[in-house]
Structures are given as C-alpha cells and as structure tokens.
C-alpha cells in the first residue's frame, strides 16, 4: 500500500494527451515539493519533473507538472511510442521523515 | 558526468547481512544528499533511506528501520547501505540516487543502474 495513490494503468492514441494524478496528504504533498520519475522497461527511473513543475535539462516541454494542496498532475502531450514506461510520483513525507512514492502507472500508447 | 555505480548485491540467506556500496563521480558529493531507493521483482519504488550532504542527519523507512545502516565516505566518494537481519522481503533492485540539494527531501536527479539482492535458503 503505497502513500500516494496513483491509476495503475492509462492509455492513449500516439499524438494524443494524458495525465496521471497522484493523491497524497497534507504531511507529504501538501507540505513538499513533488517530483516524477519516468522509468522505461529494464532501466534505471529517470527524473521526469522536479520542485512540481520544473523540468530539468534536456526533458522536452511535452512533459508538465503541476500540483494543487495535496494533488499532483503529470501531463504528457503529443504522445509517442517511446513514452512508454512506468511514471511515479514521489515526494517528503513531513511526518514520516521518509520518502515516500505512488505506486506507479504504466502508461500504454495504444 | 555524474556517474553512480552501485556494488555488493547478491545472494543472500534470510537472517544474513550484505553491504551495498555506491561510488560516486562526476560531482561533489559532500555536496548532495543521497538515498536508496528498492524495486522488488514486478514492483513499484520503494524509498529505503537518505542521508544528508554533511553525514549527519539519516532517516529510514519503517520497514527496514533497525536493520539498515546508510553511511558515506565523502573523502572516498562512497554511499554504503549495511544491512543486517535481511528478510525475503528484502527482495529487490537497490538503486543508488543522487539527491538535487543537501537534503533527503530534495528530488533524485541521478540514479545508477542497481544491484540485485535477493534474500532466500
């Protein structure tokens, strides 16, 4: 059971648009920065955003974050193939003193 | 280049300990937090333990708390995770991750590649 609630699955049409949400609470996401992962299959996690919704050096501006209270969004525009992978949500838990991730959702271009 | 090359992983019977190490280039790592992040086989991330840019400030997950040891050399350019009393659920790809800021809280920017532990008779 991981902290931060995430859709297991979402798919969409090359071209397209997707988000993925990530729920938390007021001791992780609402009090801290979120970042998201992007893990393609057989590889390490690679960071996708960082700080909500900065993106950092060479990740192009297909990929947006965003967050609101204890809610976080990853938007993914113009969807390719190679966008396929396994995106989690990750941030600090205030009262854990702990990271804490969601449990991920695997993104299919269909 | 930062670079991240974890070692140590491996078989292990439940009860045993290993220790994973984690050399570091590219970067000042006395400079940067530095954390351990687990995938079981077919999981998903699971935060293990941090430790801040000075050394002196760590923090663990409940699940390993007690068991697991993070440390660094920054004279050496080493992350080391002890861990002791491992438990099949201990199962899992150790990462290795550079943190963005001094602090655990601050994102992972660099990972290496992992090291397998597998924990069983």
């Known amino acids: 059971q991981s902290v931060l609630t995430q859709p297991p699955s979402v798919s969409a049409a090359p071209g397209q648009k997707v988000t993925i949400s990530c729920s938390g609470s007021?001791?992780?996401?609402?009090?801290?920065?979120v970042s998201w992962y992007q893990q393609l299959p057989g590889t390490a996690p690679k960071l996708l955003i960082y700080?909500?919704?900065k993106r950092p050096s060479g990740i192009p501006d297909r990929f947006s974050g965003s967050k609101s209270g204890t809610s976080a969004t990853l938007g993914i525009t113009g969807l390719q193939t190679g966008d396929e992978a396994d995106y989690y949500c990750g941030t600090w838990d205030s009262s854990l003193s702990a990271g804490v991730f969601g449990g991920g959702t695997k993104l299919t271009v269909l | 280049e930062v670079q991240l090359l974890e070692s140590g992983g491996g078989l292990v019977q439940p009860g045993g300990s290993l220790r994973l190490s984690c050399a570091a280039s590219?970067?000042?790592?006395?400079?940067?937090?530095m954390s351990w992040v687990r995938q079981a086989p077919g999981k998903g991330l699971e935060w293990v333990s941090g430790?801040?840019?000075?050394?002196?400030?760590?923090n663990y997950a409940d699940s390993v708390k007690g068991r697991f040891t993070i440390s660094r050399d920054n004279s050496k350019n080493t992350v080391h995770l002890q861990m002791n009393s491992l438990r099949a659920e201990d199962t899992a790809v150790y990462y290795c991750?550079?943190?963005?800021?001094?602090?655990?809280?601050?994102?992972?920017?660099?990972w290496g590649q992992g090291t397998l532990v597998t924990v069983s008779s």
């Open positions: 007021s001791s992780n996401i609402g009090d801290n920065y």
């Open positions: 590219g970067f000042t790592l006395s400079s940067y937090a």
């Open positions: 430790i801040s840019g000075s050394g002196g400030s760590t």
């Open positions: 700080d909500n919704n």
């Open positions: 991750a550079k943190r963005s800021g001094s602090y655990s809280s601050s994102s992972a920017d660099y």
